[in-house]
């Protein structure tokens, strides 16, 4: 069991920067990978981009370049370094760790990306 909070999001300008934490209650050493997800205002949420515990980043196409994910072990937080932002980029954001079934979950943090 653990807990996340996502906190960092806010409302800036297209190509801006911004950073976004998901601090864990507890280590995140012992789960293999975290990852960041968004959900748009009426769309699915989808998969942004991944840590493993060896240290290798992944993102999806439409952030490739652009953000970059890392993790600090001994806070307990996973960081999402957003730069050049996008309108599209507008979402909130989520951290996930594995677990059964879908994992563990934080509440979000919203970001907007105004034009």
């Known amino acids: 069991q653990v807990q996340l909070v996502e906190s960092g999001g806010g409302l800036v300008q297209a190509g801006g920067s911004l950073r976004l934490s998901c601090a864990a209650s507890r280590s995140i050493f012992q789960f293999n990978a975290v990852r960041w997800y968004r959900q748009a205002p009426g769309k699915q949420r989808v998969w942004v981009a991944i840590i493993t515990r060896g240290g290798t980043t992944n993102y999806a196409d439409s952030v490739k370049g652009r953000f970059t994910i890392s993790a600090d072990n001994t806070e307990n937080t996973v960081y999402l370094q957003m730069n050049s932002l996008k309108p599209e980029d507008t979402a909130v954001y989520y951290c996930?760790?594995?677990?059964?079934?879908?994992?563990?979950w934080g509440q979000g943090t919203q970001v907007t990306v105004s034009s």
């Open positions: 996930n760790l594995p677990g059964s079934s879908v994992g563990y």
